[in-house]
């Protein structure tokens, strides 16, 4: 079976949904199908240039303006995406949402026969409503009904689903167009080998002079759906108590990044640095006492952090700050994994949440669980029938 898969990333290690993507090209590879990806050479940072890739995935690249322009990168993208797709030869096709909308495909197929029937959409994120939940358009404005409807017609004309969430299920189910007949739940997953790095020998550490501190690591994007108000608070109550133990340490990219560096400029607490080299993930993501994650409350079901998968990984319990009943929530308490707070919380209360934790790393936690990594299959199988 020759299987299409279309997202503007693939094979990056700083992009979830580029990994995510790697990881199911070999499982179909492995399962004896054939697989063609449809991407761009753009992403966060430098990407795979081979055509040829993860498992013999054959990589077709188009152009785009990179992710300095990326609403212009994401038009580009849609337009060449809409109109190679019905033409290409496949059997299935999987459609991510990077671009947004890129489902619409699905409205170009209907002179193709049946193939819309062939046709999965994996919803990493939700548009039009993470565009009404930071505020960008209003909920009852014509801009989100005029999306709405666009998603109603692909969900109409979808052959079947891939959720990351019961939450993004919800969300699905508000839809006049939606019919419980052709969807499964597979949360995100991260296989990249994060090996164990001592403290005395981690490069992280070193570099940022940390070695004297309880490190609670903030590392991803930090955009629209996230919020670090809390974060701030906790900072605050850790100056005005006169402590210097702990090390809030944000390790991002994203649109509110210059928002939290204005926040924190008088926090000594607070660290805020750049991405990290790839061959450091190992070093960064085990320099941590406490990992932490975070989404605003308007985000429930629209954005699923990919970054809880890597850090389960790790000996190092994880404080989510956001919805209790929100997805990544549901999978800390699965996992056995950390807290979950809610994102009113005061500072005082942040900062004792970050004590229990770190109580918790020194320890240890026999009631852990190692996280599922059988995504990649759970998905071939799905969409080819195997």
């Known amino acids: ?24 090209t070999e499982a179909l590879a492995a ?49 060449q995406a809409w109109i190679r797709v019905p ?12 671009p947004p909308f890129l489902g619409g495909v699905a409205l170009l197929l209907r002179p193709f026969g049946g193939r819309c029937k062939r046709l999965f959409w994996w919803t990493m994120d939700l548009y039009p409503e993470i565009l009404a939940s930071s505020g960008r358009i209003g909920e009852t404005g014509l801009a989100h009904r005029f999306f709405r409807a666009i998603n109603n017609a ?21 839809y006049p167009a939606w019919r419980p007949e052709n969807y499964i739940i597979v949360p995100p997953w991260d296989r990249r080998p994060i090996d164990r790095v001592a403290h005395e020998d981690n490069r992280f550490i070193e570099k940022y ?13 930090l955009g629209e759906g996230h919020t670090f108000a809390p ?23 994203g649109s509110k990044k210059a928002q939290l560096e204005a926040a924190a400029k008088d926090l000594p607490a607070i660290l805020i640095t750049d991405y990290q080299p790839v061959e450091w ?41 956001g919805p209790g009943d929100a997805d990544t929530a549901r ?14 919380g005061e500072g005082a209360e942040m900062v004792a949440a970050l004590d229990r934790l770190y109580a918790r790393f020194l320890d240890g936690d026999p009631d852990r669980l190692p996280p599922d990594m059988t995504g990649p299959e759970q998905i071939a199988k799905f969409v080819t029938g195997g």
């Open 209 to 221: 002079n940390l070695r004297d501190k309880k490190i609670a690591l903030y590392a991803g994007n």
């Open 331 to 344: 999978e800390i308490r699965r996992y056995h994994a950390g807290e979950d707070l809610e994102e009113g």
């Open 281 to 321: 993930t190992s070093d960064l993501l085990w320099s941590a006492h406490v990992h932490l994650i975070t989404i605003n409350a308007a985000s429930k079901g629209l954005v699923v952090p990919s970054k809880l998968y890597g850090v389960l990984q790790t000996d190092a319990p994880v404080l989510f700050i």
């Open 231 to 253: 974060l701030v608070r906790a900072a605050e109550a850790l100056r005005d108590a006169g402590r210097d133990d702990w090390a809030l340490v944000f390790v991002i990219r």
């Open 154 to 174: 692909i969900i109409r004309r979808m052959g079947g689903f891939i959720f990351l969430g019961e939450c993004q299920l919800e969300r699905f189910e508000t």
């Open 31 to 79: 399962a004896g199908h054939e697989v063609v990806v449809l991407a761009a050479r753009s992403s966060y940072v430098a990407t795979v240039r081979n055509d040829l890739a993860a498992g013999g995935a054959e990589v077709r690249y188009v152009p785009t303006f990179g992710e300095k322009y990326r609403v212009l990168s994401w038009a580009l993208f849609l337009v």
């Open 1 to 24: 079976m020759r299987v299409l898969i279309v997202n503007r990333h693939f094979g990056n290690d700083h992009v979830p949904t580029g990994r995510m993507l790697r990881d199911l």
């Open 87 to 98: 033409f290409m030869r496949w059997d299935r096709c999987i459609a991510l949402t990077d």
